[in-house]
């Protein structure tokens, strides 16, 4: 930070010791992902191979087999032969209905939450914070059963409402701390002009609601993304998404390749999210501390 | 706000939250009440040219039809909670009573499937948790400490870990620790040991795990404490400097206490977050050697012959009631404060 007093500065040693420690740890952070990437255009025997791992930088079988030292096979082969596509499409149903609907179930209940005082109000975000520690998977041996029964398993709407019920705690946690810090002058001038609370809501608080909207709405949108005990207990083969399906791909018998599959897959999942967080990294850094830092 | 606007404006979520949450919860009692049926056998006698053996069958479309009719299966009573496969009461009489001291027990537990899977949990939990936290504060003392420029692109490579999804981070870092992958060939050329492979070993697969487990959380401890180390009063530290502390001291008498509700905090989102561990047991193909309480669940109804529904369903309250004992402290703090409020 450049507004430090010079005395307050790191002095050397110190500074050479943590740069050294960032260094490492940068390395340990990101070379997997590097390291898959690269992997990813490459063939089976390269990428995991037995005699040296120069040969997945190199890739000597890659060039034998396709003619040349990059190949899209694995590529090809998940989205093209084994449908990838459609588990991308169902991923993008999901996401966007899920962040959706949970925003608008959160805002109207993180208001409510943030502008009652009563007990009840503590209790409800109590209960919230239980409800946020339940490991996903418990709740989905409760829903398996009933789900048969009333014949709506393995449909994708099915998920996405389950997968919004499991997203409000924290959306309301969220929701709740962001509009703790709008002031409730606001809402109550406009109710002492005459409007009535939902009035209120909607014509002096949605209005400056939205950066804190659109904070949550990225941590909802990447818990829907990121399911997997939800969605792979919940949908049926054709309406899987991403994450479950690269899961079925390892779990098919292994053909030739079709690990690359999978690696690509993997890569093709994962390279969206990435380009998300650089797009709104100051929004998710300061959405993490929202809450937090306020206490 | 009026009761009744409260009520409109939380319902829609309240709602969401009763069905698929609450209700779950009462569904999982219900069912870890009952047990599968067993298959409906029927008698038949079979009569050959060396006369008639009497042979017993599976009956399979009364077996069908019993299912059908009632799906929950028939009634257990707390037959399950008591079973080898969860709470293994009997088993545990036996351990007791009979062992070889407490490596005899500890090995003896550690067969039996529930035991095993909380074992693993709870050292998850409580070695990831501190352990990221650590990790976490220093990453955000050292990138608090960079030039200005360049720490959008260092947050940015911190935060990988913990934005990529969990199954699939699982993977790719088991793909290189695999035999065949980067790590897995480097550590057998290293030892020279052609057979070394981390999943071989209880020891190196739950290190492994652990391991794996503070690199995908510590992004999330690093956030968190970077903005607050952004809200340390420079008056403080400087006052604390002119009183003659080092920059260590500084850290371990100013920082620190000044960080301390946001650690509670971190802490308490960590063993929530922990005590799920799920996906790198999938992603590691782990379980020969490890299992968790959620991965027990998932492996009941994911069951080759047929879902079992009641185990899964015990294990998932023993799971919750697993939950509320970790988040105690915090039920009591709030039932304190709400006490404080009406007086």
């Known amino acids: ?100 609907i949970s925003l608008v179930f ?12 009563r007990d009840y109000a503590a209790w409800i975000l109590v209960a919230a914070l239980v409800f946020r520690a339940m490991p996903h998977i418990t709740l989905v041996s409760g829903y398996l059963l009933p789900f048969f029964q009333l014949n709506i398993w393995g449909v994708l709407p099915t998920a996405i409402v389950v997968l919004v019920a499991i997203n409000q705690p924290f959306t309301l946690w969220m929701l709740h701390s962001f509009f703790l810090s709008i002031p409730k002058d606001i809402d109550e001038s406009a109710m002492v002009d005459g409007c009535t609370r939902f009035q209120a809501f909607r014509l002096a608080v949605i209005p400056v609601m939205w950066p804190g909207v659109i904070t949550t709405g ?78 | 706000m009026r009761h009744r606007d409260f009520f409109w404006f939380m319902a829609p979520s309240a709602l969401a939250m009763i069905l698929f949450i609450v209700v779950p919860i009462g ?31 599976v009956d399979t479309e009364a077996t069908a039809d019993l299912r059908a009719k009632e799906p929950l299966g028939r009634f257990n009573g707390v037959g399950t909670y008591l079973d080898r496969a969860h709470l293994a009461v009997d088993e545990l009489g036996a351990i007791l009573s009979d062992n070889d001291g407490p490596g005899d027990i500890a090995r003896r537990l550690m067969n039996l499937p529930f035991y095993k899977a909380l074992a693993f949990t709870l050292a998850y939990t409580f070695l990831v948790t501190p352990l990221c936290m650590a990790l976490g504060f220093g990453v955000a003392l050292a990138i608090d400490a960079l030039p200005r420029a360049s720490k959008g692109p260092v947050i940015f490579l911190t935060l990988l870990p913990y934005i990529a999804t969990p199954l699939l981070g699982a993977l790719v870092v088991f793909w290189m620790i695999n035999t065949d992958g980067i790590i897995g060939a480097t550590l057998q050329a290293m030892f020279d040991d052609p057979a ?109 012959g047929g879902q079992l529904f009641g185990s899964a369903a015990a294990t998932s309250v023993l799971t919750t009631i697993g939950v509320m004992i970790l988040l105690t402290p915090v039920l009591i703090r709030t039932w304190r404060a709400s006490g404080r409020r009406s007086v």
């Not at chain 1, 992902?33 to 997945?56: C, I, M």
């Not at chain 2, 870890?32 to 008639?52: A, M, Q």
Request: aromatic share 12%; with cysteine.
């Open chain 1, 1 to 100: 930070m450049s507004d430090i007093p010079p005395h307050l500065r790191p002095s050397t040693p110190v500074h050479a010791l943590a740069i050294g420690f960032l260094a490492v740890w940068l390395v340990v952070a990101a070379f997997p992902f590097v390291w898959t990437l690269w992997g990813s255009f490459k063939v089976e025997a390269d990428f995991f191979s037995r005699s040296s791992w120069w040969n997945a930088v190199t890739g000597p079988a890659t060039e034998r087999q396709t003619g040349n030292a990059f190949t899209l096979a694995g590529y090809e082969g998940a989205w093209i032969e084994r449908e990838f596509w459609r588990a991308a499409l169902n991923t993008v149903i999901v996401t966007v209905s899920v962040t959706a």
């Open chain 1, 106 to 117: 959160g805002t109207l209940g993180g208001y409510a939450l943030s502008r009652s005082t």
């Open chain 1, 218 to 295: 990225l941590f909802s949108f990447l818990l829907a993304y990121n399911d997997f005990a939800v969605t792979a207990m919940l949908l049926n083969q054709e309406n899987q998404t991403m994450v479950p399906k690269i899961n079925s791909f390892l779990g098919t018998v292994q053909t030739q390749g079709s690990i690359m599959y999978a690696v690509a897959a993997t890569v093709s999942a994962t390279a969206p999210l990435f380009i998300l967080v650089m797009v709104f990294q100051r929004r998710i850094v300061a959405g993490l501390t929202a809450g937090a830092v306020k206490g």
């Open chain 2, 27 to 57: 569904s999982i009692l219900v069912q870890s009440l009952f047990v599968e049926h067993e298959r409906v056998l029927i008698t038949v006698e079979n009569c050959g040219p060396f006369g008639c053996i009497e042979e017993t069958r």
């Open chain 2, 196 to 304: 070394l492979s981390l999943q071989a070993s209880p020891v190196l697969t739950w290190a492994m795990l652990i391991v794996w487990g503070i690199w995908h959380m510590a992004p999330f401890a690093f956030v968190v404490f970077y903005a607050g180390l952004q809200t340390v009063p420079s008056d403080t530290l400087e006052s604390a400097m002119i009183d003659g502390a080092n920059r260590w001291e500084r850290v371990l008498y100013v920082t620190v206490p000044h960080l301390k509700p946001l650690a509670v905090f971190v802490g308490l989102i960590l063993l929530m977050d922990n005590f799920r561990v799920f996906e790198p047991i999938i992603g590691f193909s782990a379980e020969a050697n490890a299992t968790s309480l959620s991965w027990s669940i998932y492996n009941d109804l994911n069951g080759q």
